[in-house]
Structures are given as structure tokens and as C-alpha cells.
């Protein structure tokens, strides 16, 4: 009965407000100065602007084929013309956006307001939300006088067209991402790795470096899950630990993440819309610098506080000394199953003689999750404290995100004429990239520069491009700056990437004393700040690979 009233009094309190939103979304579709660009008229849907660039997809219909794109698959420059000689170009308005910020200005506010942060910790909560904002994205879709531009065909609102988005958003690009983490997720929570090193300076930076070395093979999520309790542990005897933490988020919840698509969302959503497996491999050097760079500050910065600790901490640090154990290394096998039916397994595609169907990939790395879970003992997963709450966090929250974050980006392809003159370099993509990740989440910010990048390159363009599975390409230049920007500086603040909030909440179970949001912040803007900067010193290096 409690729960109902609370139902009752939420839906008093905000059903004017979304009555009088849904009543502006509907309305918009008709008015140009709100759903199209102002002084511009719509046009059929067979002029619409270039299509979303193609992911792997689980069906290729002919009827997916853009008109007006040349032999090397990208949108033609012609537009037609109206009476002004303006091109005639659809764009969802900004009001049709709203969903999508405000399930991301959600998460990054909300947690943060003392009278929100109980009720917002609930998954039923942030899934409510999540699916409130989609309903009203799919209505927009349903009631616009046009269709979405990768279905030519749909030339109007209506039910297609919801289907189309609910397939393009759900079926190829929120199953397998959400499969993907889940299956890392799940795997890494059966490995228990348990000691307590000597917690000196070079203990915790061979942790840090071991640390980031994995995450591309194990995800960030199963890297930090893995390591996060063994460094605690380590550093039990110690007060000052704080700086170790937020270095561990940097190395292993983000940066060291760079090198395979299950490294880190974004570069996974980067694979699902064509990026060759291998492609981010490619990202080594920069890896490779801005990790022996922050190990090397780390060090410094840790040997400078290890004088500050007492002598009686030191005593028992050097006494109470345990050898490392690893438990549950099984699992390694089924993770590194996981990575080969990533990697193999392409829906359309011939692997051993056999064509992969849809969601084969899913179906597969599902059933090592099986494996896993039934020859893991279940006192692994207890010792570990393992339960499902933060991957029903991811999965509640970005279904609603996949969904509404198709205006965005239908909006910033459709706009790629204008921004080009604005985004129009690798150091632009990089910052651009990365500022958004910081203050968003990397995995959409990614999606939706990597649109932009894809719709804005020509096949006259100078500089070497990545040819795309679906079709299309991106001037590689640029997507090495928006694989780098979205994944390094998703390190930037709690909620740039889903592993930073969980190594903050286990780090504070533990007993530790974390920084507020803000104060996380004047780390990351004093440490990784300058870094960056330094990266952007030497893009001529970094972004040409």
C-alpha cells in the first residue's frame, strides 16, 4: 500500500508537466520554427539527410540503400533548393532533444541533490525515467510529418516508423552493447584475487600499470571489479589512499580500456557501427604514453605521501603481509570466449563455414555466462560482494538513452554541413569528444561524434580513412581523436564511465573516504587536465597514426 500512494503522489507531481511536455512535442511536429530548421521547409523523406552510419547489422534491406550516394557509399552534397536557394533539409528541433538531456542531466545531477540521491539510487527509479523519456521520443517519431533517413521509404510519422527506430536503437545497437557488459560483468565477479602486498610506491603502481594493461582484454568494468578490493587491501594499513583510488579510476576504469572495442563502451558502439575489430589497436602510442606518463606522476605523487603515514602504520604494513591468491581462474577461459565471439562472430558474415545469424554473438556469449556461473562456486561471487545492482543500473538507464539519443544524432548528421566548419579537426573532435564525455557519458557522446565524423567525410577528403562495415568511412584522423577523447576523458568525473561510481561506492564500503563530485574533479582538472594538453601538443604524432 505504501508503494502505491508513493506511485500515486510521483504521478501527481509530474504528470501537468509531462501532459504540457508530450502536448509541446506533438504540437512541435508542425510548427518549423520548433521541429525543422527555422526559414527552412521540410522535404520527402527520399531528400532527407544522410543515414546514421550503419552498425553491424542483423538484417541488410535493400530498402536501407541511400538514394544519392555515390560508389563509395556516402551521402551526395546536392540538396535540393527551395525559393531562396537554402537548402531543404529536415532537423529535429531542440525540443524533440529534451529526452535525451534530460535522462543525462539525471544522472549527472540528481545523485548529487540531497532530496533526490535516495530515491534516484533505486534501479526501478532511473528505469521509470529512462522509460518515460523513450515513450516520448517514440511519440515524437510516431506523430512527425517524416521518417527517420535510414528508411527512405518511410516518408511519414506513423507505425513504421516507430518500428524502424525501436529496431535501428534496440535490436542493433542496445542488445549487444548491454549483452557485451553484462557478460563481462558477470564472468569477472566469479575471479577472486585476494593478498596484502607491502603497500609501497611500486607495489601500487605495478597494480595500476597490471591494472590498465587488462582492461582492453577484460573490459574496464571486469578490470576494475578484479583489482579494486586487492589494491584496498594492500593499502588497509595506510590513511593516505585517496590519490591511489582516483589514479586507479583514471588507469584502469577508463584510459587502459583503449585498445579493444570490449575495452570500453564507446569503442564497442564504435565496432557496432563498423569499426574493424582490430582498428583501436592502432591507438597504442597514445595509450601507452598517457599510461607510463600518469604512472610515472602516481609514483611520484605516492612516494611523497607514503612519508606522511605513521610509524606504527608503516610497522604493520611491513608485518601484515599476505602472498596474492587467485581464485575462480576459470573464468579467464570464459572471458576470453567472450572476446572471440565478439570478434568472429558478425552477424551476415562466414566464420568456420557457417553464416552467422542474428544474435548468434549474443546467444553465444550469453551461454558462456551460463558456463561461467555454473562452474564457479558461489561462495567466489559472495566473498566478492557480488550482486547485479550496477549492471541493472547500465541496463535501465541506457535503454532509454539508445532510444532518445536518435534525435541527437539524426540531428547532428543532418547538420554536418554547418558544424564542419566548427568540428573540423582532430584537436576539435578530441576536446569536443572528451568535454561532453566528462560532463555526460562517453558511450553517446561517442555515438553521436562518430556520426558526425562519418556523415561530414568524403571519399575526396586527403588523409587515410576507415572503411566501415555497413558502408561509409571516417577520416581515421578523426576517429582516433573521438575514440581518444571519449575514452580518456570519461576519467574526468563519476559519471563519464559506468566503472567510475562503482569503484567510488566499493572504495567507500570499505571504509575509505571518497572525494564529493567536485572534489574528484580538481584531481582530474589538475592531473589529466594538463595531460590531455600535452596530448593535443602532440597530435601531429597521435592523431596521424
Not at 584475487?193 to 603502481?205: E, K, R, V, W
Not at 591468491?325 to 570478434?343: D, H, K, P, S, Y
Not at 558474415?349 to 542474428?358: D, L, N, Q, R, W
Not at 559472495?382 to 550482486?387: A, E, G, I, L
Request: charged letters at 15%; hydrophobic letters at 50%; glycine letters at 10%.
Amino acid at each position: 500500500m505504501k508503494r502505491l500512494i508513493t506511485i500515486r503522489q510521483f504521478r501527481s507531481r509530474c504528470s501537468p508537466a509531462a501532459l504540457l511536455y508530450l502536448a509541446l512535442v506533438c504540437l512541435g511536429t508542425s510548427m518549423p520554427g520548433i521541429y525543422a530548421e527555422d526559414g527552412l521547409e521540410p522535404v520527402p523523406a527520399e531528400q532527407a539527410a544522410p543515414a546514421e552510419p550503419a552498425g553491424v547489422d542483423n538484417s541488410k534491406d535493400p530498402t536501407q540503400e541511400h538514394e544519392g550516394e555515390g560508389d563509395e557509399g556516402h551521402p551526395s552534397e546536392e540538396r535540393p533548393e527551395g525559393e531562396h536557394g537554402k537548402a531543404k533539409v529536415q532537423k529535429p528541433g531542440f525540443l524533440a532533444m529534451m529526452p535525451f538531456i534530460t535522462i543525462l542531466l539525471g544522472i549527472a545531477i540528481l545523485p548529487l541533490i540531497h532530496a533526490t540521491e535516495h530515491i534516484w539510487h533505486k534501479n526501478q527509479v532511473k528505469l521509470a525515467v529512462s522509460a518515460a523519456m523513450a515513450i516520448i521520443t517514440l511519440i515524437y517519431y510516431f506523430s512527425r510529418g517524416y521518417g527517420v533517413p535510414f528508411h527512405e521509404h518511410l516518408t511519414h510519422g506513423g507505425v513504421e516508423t516507430v518500428k524502424a527506430i525501436l529496431i535501428h536503437s534496440v535490436l542493433d545497437e542496445y542488445i549487444p552493447f548491454i549483452v557485451l557488459l553484462f557478460s563481462l560483468f558477470t564472468i569477472s565477479g566469479g575471479i577472486r584475487l585476494t593478498g596484502d602486498l607491502h603497500a609501497s610506491p611500486a607495489t601500487n603502481t605495478i597494480i595500476l600499470g597490471i591494472g590498465a594493461g587488462i582492461a582492453s582484454f577484460v573490459g574496464t568494468t571486469g578490470a576494475s571489479m578484479l583489482l579494486i578490493r586487492p589494491l584496498l587491501q594492500t593499502n588497509r594499513q595506510r590513511k593516505h589512499v585517496t590519490h591511489t583510488i582516483v589514479f586507479f579510476i583514471f588507469l584502469v576504469s577508463n584510459i587502459g580500456g583503449s585498445l579493444l572495442p570490449i575495452g570500453d563502451p564507446p569503442l564497442f558502439l564504435g565496432y557496432l557501427y563498423g569499426v574493424p575489430f582490430t582498428w583501436t589497436l592502432k591507438l597504442f602510442v597514445p595509450w601507452a604514453f598517457v599510461v607510463c606518463l600518469l604512472l610515472i606522476v602516481y609514483f611520484i605523487w605516492d612516494t611523497r605521501m607514503v612519508k606522511k603515514e605513521t610509524v606504527e602504520a608503516m610497522r604493520r604494513n611491513d608485518v601484515q603481509v599476505q602472498p596474492l591468491r587467485l581464485r575462480g581462474a576459470l573464468n579467464f577461459l570464459w572471458l576470453g570466449g567472450v572476446i572471440l565471439a565478439v570478434a568472429f562472430l558478425v552477424p551476415g558474415k562466414a566464420f568456420a563455414g557457417i553464416s552467422v545469424k542474428p544474435f548468434m554473438r549474443e546467444g553465444m556469449q550469453l551461454l558462456l555466462v551460463a558456463i561461467a556461473w555454473l562452474t564457479t562456486r558461489a561462495e567466489l561471487r559472495k566473498d566478492n560482494q557480488f550482486s547485479f545492482f550496477a549492471i541493472a543500473e547500465v541496463a535501465a538507464l541506457f535503454i532509454g538513452i539508445f532510444i532518445t539519443m536518435q534525435v541527437p544524432i539524426e540531428y547532428l548528421r543532418a547538420s554536418s554541413a554547418d558544424l564542419s566548419g566548427i568540428v573540423n579537426s582532430p584537436v576539435k573532435f578530441f576536446w569536443f569528444t572528451g568535454i561532453l564525455s566528462s560532463l555526460l557519458d562517453n558511450a553517446p557522446t561517442y555515438a553521436v561524434f562518430f556520426s558526425l565524423g562519418s556523415s561530414m567525410t568524403d571519399a575526396s577528403m586527403a588523409g587515410s580513412q576507415v572503411a566501415l562495415a555497413g558502408g561509409g568511412s571516417i577520416l581515421e584522423s578523426w576517429l582516433v581523436a573521438i575514440s581518444l577523447g571519449a575514452v580518456f576523458m570519461g576519467a574526468n568525473t563519476y559519471i563519464g564511465n559506468g566503472p567510475n561510481f562503482m569503484v567510488k561506492s566499493i572504495a567507500e564500503s570499505s571504509g575509505r573516504k571518497m572525494p564529493s563530485f567536485f572534489g574528484y574533479m580538481v584531481y582530474s582538472i589538475g592531473i589529466l587536465i594538463p595531460t590531455f594538453v600535452i596530448v593535443t601538443l602532440l597530435g601531429g604524432i597521435f592523431f596521424n597514426v
